[in-house]
């Protein structure tokens, strides 16, 4: 390889020979496509106005977009049963004129327009299993099905009214009463999981070694082991990193102990307590987050940013892996192996609302691992009422146990700080902080304060800091949002020599405005982000800058563009080292039929450096189901240096094996052979397991599914135990459904992050047997299964016909089915002539009531009786009609 090949042409170049390589190298069988994870959809239903049922799974695939069957009949409540032992699905569709069936054995759909075949690719098999495609449905149903996959949505269109779009509208008129909608679960108000800490629990352990051999310098290994278990009463981490060169020159340990809902230290109510190697607090305006070993304690949310306007995420990142980030579905960034062992993502810009973040987790033998967080902005986080505080001390850049055998940076050391914040009243909060930190050699102390005030649709921060025997600084921030627009603007002051790690020496005024919205673009939006932003310095220099950033997600590609142009005026001198000039950045996730392809790259548009800067670049095929062909490049214009990588990764059962080339433009050859697998208690059978899923850093959930007799909830003598049941929690769902012993476990969930374990109805093996409940709730720990049960229980029927005040049938009137406990367990409207049913409904004891709603619509009492139980000996409660009673009656029926 020449070291003077233009780097446009050599990537050019090189991913003609990628794709060349694929193209030439893959069997024909691995152009087949199979659902994965990465390709996983939810969307929701809509038709015109109208959201219809519950979000629909489904996957993004090389023909288009196909959807989980059965989600799909249910969304649309047609009266179409399903049998997947039979392959065949009967029944008729809007009309009862409109027969439907659909054989999978001879692969033919019979309809109003007669018998046809099943396309090839119209149906795909997927772990929650049937999945169709949206074009063979609009064929088979009569309607047209249509993807907007920037809204994440499915869109039914019809050039006739549906019925059961006329009755939705015949509901909506009804007087005073709205249809409901059915919110997001309240996961606080759901069953709990109590899984008590304990003195001792054995570790699940994380292993990677990584062989390798380069040309003139021989062959080294390195290895990296995370474990996370119990003891104590309280969480651990050790990561255990060396070579063959150092011997284990890296030890990380730290006892910690995580509680979202805020119960530990008794009065104190944290909830968070580390010790060990722990992360410090970021402030305002003074001290960057570090860490080191040390200790730390907190009762703040633990998603909370600690800084306004802006937040930081950061985790757990192996050799060889890469990151994406991802912020309310939009690609905001990439990050390539760091070579410390973590991912950080630094000042990720906040919008008013809710952000959802994402961070995707791309490991070398092929692994996709998704950690997902929220960050809402507005005056629903101002802490109203409440005192939030932190403490914590830490010695900068060293391990508690230090193994690396090297002098400490005198630049560096101990640390130490507290802060306490107060929510005034519902849109007030101020707080206070002090900071000690070693910064440039020199021991510095900062005293810094900061209110909140939420205005409206704004949340405005104004913050001052104050430099202990030197200079002051002082800065307002707003977030807030103008009708489309949604807006970030920002004044920084420093008066005096005040100098911290978050205000440059030379920095003394600076202003910024960056305003984001989505252009609407047919039927698709397009969001738009544009700012300036102007400093000037100490020595006379001002500089100024602007960006206009864009994202756009189309098919199966995410491509991000962000222009900048930084410009300067001022002393020559004062300008020295100033990055000037425009700036393209692009980040993309994209797949070319079988090849899926990442990456990143800057140019320089201007100025003496004119071409591109840098680039980082990952394309990936699948060889069959276990294999991956990876093909890498890197280019960096500094060093003058460029790089491509080879490598194949074959995903075992048990581990993961991955073996790699890397050759650069100065003659640089190394060969790479890597190994990765887990060590950890199997809450399934017993004894240990070993899993190429990294165990010690995400929760796990092990699941007991039971038939629930008499549904009561809880497993009694002569209970069994169900086979062929899948559970989900979130997107994460069991590999393989329950044994014949009815366990299962599902590994990969966040760390301290509520979800919710339920059992997928779409794999019952019997269709009368119903999940008891919508699951239970569950704060997974790293490296720690979670044991649930989970009852399915018999089923049956509850009729009645609702009479108003008067006599007279009531129609859209919104009942609730609920259990003893009062949480709601189905919710119908009653048809034009009055009729209510409750099918499929567990066995257990329940009560009926009028949906607030509609009972404040209609003036009339909320209960509607007697606790009712449906078991065995009565399956089918008929309780016939039942006349509301007006809340005047009532009141008058109570008095003495």
Wanted: some cysteine; proline content about 5%; overall charge neutral.
């Amino acid at each position: 390889m020449r070291g003077n090949l233009p780097p446009l042409r050599l990537v050019a170049a090189l991913l003609g020979a990628a794709f060349g390589v694929v193209g030439a190298s893959a069997p024909a069988h691995a152009q087949a496509w199979s659902a994965n994870e990465d390709d996983s959809l939810l969307l929701e239903l809509r038709s015109g106005q109208y959201r219809l049922g519950e979000p629909l799974r489904g996957y993004q695939t090389p023909a288009g977009v196909c959807v989980d069957f059965a989600d799909l009949i249910q969304a649309l409540d047609l009266p179409v049963r399903l049998d997947k032992k039979s392959r065949r699905a009967t029944g008729w569709l809007f009309a009862e004129d409109q027969r439907f069936t659909l054989d999978r054995d001879p692969d033919t759909v019979q309809n109003m327009n007669g018998n046809r075949g099943i396309a090839k690719d119209a149906i795909h098999d997927t772990p929650e299993g049937w999945c169709v495609d949206l074009k063979a449905l609009s064929g088979w149903m009569g309607v047209r099905f249509r993807a907007d996959l920037s809204n994440l949505a499915v869109m039914l269109e019809s050039d006739r009214k549906l019925p059961f779009l006329e009755a939705i509208e015949r509901k909506s008129r009804a007087a005073r009463l709205r249809q409901p909608k059915f919110a997001e679960f309240d996961l606080s108000k759901l069953p709990q999981a109590q899984a008590p800490y304990q003195s001792w629990r054995m570790p699940s352990v994380d292993v990677q070694i990584q062989g390798q051999w380069t040309r003139n310098m021989g062959a080294r290994a390195q290895f990296e082991a995370l474990a996370s278990g119990e003891a104590l009463g309280l969480s651990y981490t050790a990561r255990l990193a060396g070579s063959t060169d150092n011997g284990a020159d890296s030890l990380r340990l730290k006892l910690f102990r995580n509680d979202p809902s805020a119960e530990l230290l008794g009065p104190l109510k944290a909830t968070q307590v580390a010790l060990g190697d722990v992360e410090s607090l970021r402030g305002a305006l003074t001290a960057q987050t570090a860490y080191g070993r040390g200790a730390f304690v907190s009762n703040r949310p633990l998603n909370r940013p600690g800084r306004f306007g802006v937040t930081s995420l950061s985790g757990t990142m192996p050799a060889g892996w890469d990151a994406e980030l991802y912020r309310n579905g939009e690609l905001r960034a990439y990050q390539a192996d760091r070579g410390d062992g973590r991912y950080r993502f630094d000042d990720i810009e906040l919008l008013w609302g809710q952000n959802d973040f994402e961070v995707v987790l791309y490991g070398p033998q092929g692994q996709i691992k998704r950690e997902r967080s929220s960050a809402p902005v507005g005056i629903e986080s101002l802490p109203a009422g409440k005192t939030w505080y932190w403490a914590g001390v830490v010695d900068a850049g060293q391990d508690l146990i230090d193994l690396s055998k090297t002098f400490s940076d005198p630049n560096t050391g101990w640390r130490w700080g507290v802060g306490v914040e107060r929510g005034i009243d519902r849109r007030t909060t101020a707080g206070v902080e002090y900071q000690s930190v070693m910064f440039a050699g020199r021991r510095r102390h900062y005293i810094e304060g900061t209110v909140q005030r939420a205005l409206g649709r704004m949340l405005l921060e104004v913050s001052g800091a104050q430099q202990l025997g030197a200079g002051r600084a002082f800065q307002a921030k707003a977030l807030g949002r103008f009708g489309a627009i949604r807006y970030d603007a920002e004044a920084l002051w420093v008066d005096g020599d005040f100098e911290s790690e978050l205000v440059e020496a030379q920095q003394r005024r600076e202003y910024g405005l960056r305003l984001s919205t989505s252009v609407k673009m047919g039927t698709w939006r397009l969001p738009v982000e544009t700012g300036i932003r102007h400093f000037q310095t100490r020595t006379g220099a001002k500089v100024t800058e602007w960006s206009i950033r864009s994202a756009l997600q189309l098919h199966r590609t995410s491509l991000t563009t962000e222009l900048s142009r930084r410009t300067a005026r001022g002393p020559a001198s004062a300008l020295v080292g100033e990055d000037l000039g425009t700036k393209l950045n692009l980040i993309a996730n994209t797949a070319i039929g079988p090849v899926r392809l990442r990456g990143a790259a800057r140019f320089a548009l201007d100025g003496e450096r004119r071409g591109l800067e840098n680039a980082q670049a990952v394309a990936e095929t699948g060889l069959g189901k276990s294999s991956t062909l990876r093909l890498g490049y890197e280019h960096d214009a500094t060093s003058r240096r460029d790089e491509v990588m080879l490598g194949w990764v074959r995903q075992f059962d048990r581990f993961a094996l991955r073996t790699e080339g890397r050759l650069d433009t100065r003659g640089r050859l190394t060969l790479g052979l890597t190994l990765g697998f887990s060590l950890g208690p199997d809450p399934v059978d017993g004894g240990w397991r070993m899993s190429r899923q990294r165990l010690a850093e995400s929760g796990q959930a092990a699941v007991e599914v039971f038939r629930d007799e008499n549904g009561d909830g809880y497993r009694q003598a002569g209970e069994g135990l169900v086979e062929g049941v899948s559970v989900g929690a979130g997107f994460r769902h069991t590999e393989a459904p329950t044994n014949k012993a009815g366990r299962a476990v599902i590994d990969g969930l966040t760390p301290y992050v509520p979800v919710l374990v339920s059992i997928d109805a779409g794999t019952l093996p019997d269709p009368l047997l119903q999940p008891k409940g919508k699951g239970v709730v569950v704060v997974p720990r790293p490296g720690v299964a979670a044991r649930i049960s989970l009852p399915l229980a018999p089923t049956g029927e509850l009729e009645a016909l609702l009479l108003g005040p008067d006599g007279e049938p009531r129609d859209g009137v919104v009942i609730e089915l609920t259990d003893t406990a009062g949480h709601v367990v189905r919710q119908v409207q009653s048809d034009f002539d009055g009729y209510v049913l409750f099918d499929s409904v567990p066995y257990g004891d329940y009560r009926l009531r009028i949906g607030a709603a509609s009972a404040a619509a209609l003036g009339v009492k909320a209960d509607l009786g007697s606790a009712l139980r449906i078991d065995r000996a009565n399956p089918l409660l008929r309780l016939g009609r039942i006349r509301l009673q007006s809340l005047v009656a009532a009141q008058v029926a109570a008095l003495p």
